[in-house]
């Protein structure tokens, strides 16, 4: 089964504009991670926060993490036409060690 | 040039054939994994390995296998058992609680 879910399901926005991306997911984890997905080609990894974190920067991209309520959310802000692509979620439960996606986000950004 | 490598890239497969996808990675990883990802949907995990001869079932193992011979080998066969296995598979490596580093992707048509 997905271990996270992400929301909302596509986005649509104009460049310039900050698109939020949020995401839910079901076990303890250790960390999550946020990847990109241009059409047809590998994922490319974004940024990862530790379990005992609860924000973090790179660039353009702002991640938060809430424990409690199992929950992240994935903030790209002053967008840009090369922004567009799918954007997923993934989480490692602490029992198991694997690695699991959600169903994504696509998101367009138009000129 | 460090990284993982997906081949082929496009594969087709005749019905009641076993096809074997391989990945290879030169990054030192002890995780491996292989995902299924069907137009417009999410990531779903196949097998994932943490190390040399050993394996897990990922969410949607039937009709797949998986051999961890050498730490920088994770081949995947899809068997005839595998109903529909017209998708593109993704392979991925990493180390305990980091990035994951993605393979280029086979797209595997049943034809």
């Known amino acids: 089964s997905q271990q996270g879910e992400e929301d909302p399901q596509a986005l649509s926005i104009q460049e310039g504009e900050n698109a939020t991306m949020n995401c839910s997911y079901k076990?303890?984890?250790?960390?999550l991670q946020w990847y990109r997905q241009n059409s047809g080609r590998g994922l490319v990894h974004l940024i990862l926060?530790?379990?005992?974190?609860r924000e973090k920067h790179s660039g353009r991209l702002r991640v938060t993490l809430d424990t409690s309520k199992k929950s992240s959310s994935l903030l790209i802000t002053a967008s840009r036409a090369a922004d567009t692509a799918s954007y997923f979620c993934?989480?490692?439960?602490?029992?198991?060690?694997?690695?699991?996606f959600g169903a994504g986000t696509r998101l367009t950004v138009k000129p | 040039d460090g990284g993982i490598t997906q081949s082929p890239k496009y594969l087709f497969r005749k019905e009641g054939q076993n096809v074997t996808l391989s990945c290879e990675q030169n990054?030192?990883?002890?995780?491996m994994y292989w995902y299924r990802q069907d137009p417009g949907q999410g990531l779903r995990l196949i097998y994932y390995?943490?190390?040399?001869?050993?394996?897990q079932k990922g969410d949607i193992a039937e009709g797949y296998s998986v051999s961890r011979e050498k730490k920088e080998s994770f081949p995947l066969t899809v068997t005839s058992a595998q109903k529909n296995p017209t998708a593109f598979y993704l392979c991925?490596?990493?180390?305990?609680?980091?990035?994951?580093?993605f393979g280029q992707g086979t797209r595997l048509t049943v034809v």
């Open positions: 991925a490596s990493s180390t305990a609680n980091t990035e994951a580093f």
């Open positions: 076990t303890s984890i250790n960390n």
């Open positions: 926060i530790r379990s005992n974190e």
């Open positions: 993934a989480t490692d439960a602490r029992t198991d060690n694997d690695m699991r």
């Open positions: 990054l030192n990883h002890d995780a």
């Open positions: 390995s943490q190390i040399v001869n050993d394996f």
